[in-house]
């Protein structure tokens, strides 16, 4: 029996003008970046002389010595790693309870609830910085890491039951009326019928959580005075004098900054891609 032959589709002229698009648009997305690591190894003589663009002269680790002898980065690293961690999966879990009672339990006044969600979501940080910090300082928590974890949660906590609220609204309902009639009780429905479901949605809910948390900068700038308890963001800015800056050793704290995300971002692609596939099909 002869093997199958498999046909080859010609490219036509208009796929490789699509492709060259395709190619000067992540060329363009991916200068940034590039200039980034670029400048990173230059050192501040050579980016005053050449400027930002050219090719270092010469390979050097001098501006990542310079931040981290300047910078606490492991401790700034770890609070980074520990806040956004807790935020991320506590406001994931109070929005999936949340919307679980307004999606599906039917509770009263759900529409308002969820738009009164929506319009916190839209608030300003600027708006709400007065009555945190004075929040922060009448509980102890000023300064502390603990502070920006408790504010962080309940706004995205508030975003999160926003989308899966409308997610769950339209959940089946006969799938449900089925795990009542066998007799499982709200508790049950949720982690066994309802959760699973929601699983691909609300993972990517917490990988944009904790990127999102991550990069948050004025309220943790706010809150956050002390040294010990900063994030990356916050250390970063340190480095920005009042009448001079460093340019090559902030490109070398971004460098080290970005790293985690980026590496934790590819870590969760497939994770996106299938959540993002899950609610599509759905």
Known sequence: MPAPTTKRRKRTAL???M???????AVVMASPFLLLVLNSFKTGADYSTNG????PTSFTLDAFVSYLNRVNFPRALWNSIL?????????????LLASYAIGIGRIRASTT?????LI??????????????????ATGLLNSIWSIIAVFIVLWAAYGTYILSSVMSTFPREVLEAAAIDGAGRRRILWSVVYPIVRPTLTVLVV??????????YIPLILLGDPASQTVPIALSTLRGQHSIDITVVNAGSLLSLIPTLIFFLLFQRTISRGVIAGAVK
Not at 52 to 55: D, Q
Not at 113 to 117: D, S
């Open 120 to 137: 916190a979501t839209m608030v300003p940080h600027e708006a709400l910085i007065y009555p945190l910090f004075y929040g922060a300082q």
């Open 52 to 55: 930002p663009l050219a090719w």
């Open 208 to 217: 944009f959580i904790f990127i999102w948390s991550w990069n948050e900068f």
């Open 19 to 25: 492709l060259g698009l395709a190619a000067m648009i």
């Open 83 to 95: 806040s956004s961690t807790i935020i991320a999966f506590a406001s994931a879990a109070l929005a």
């Open 113 to 117: 609830i969820t738009a009164i969600l």
């Open 15 to 17: 796929n490789w003008v």
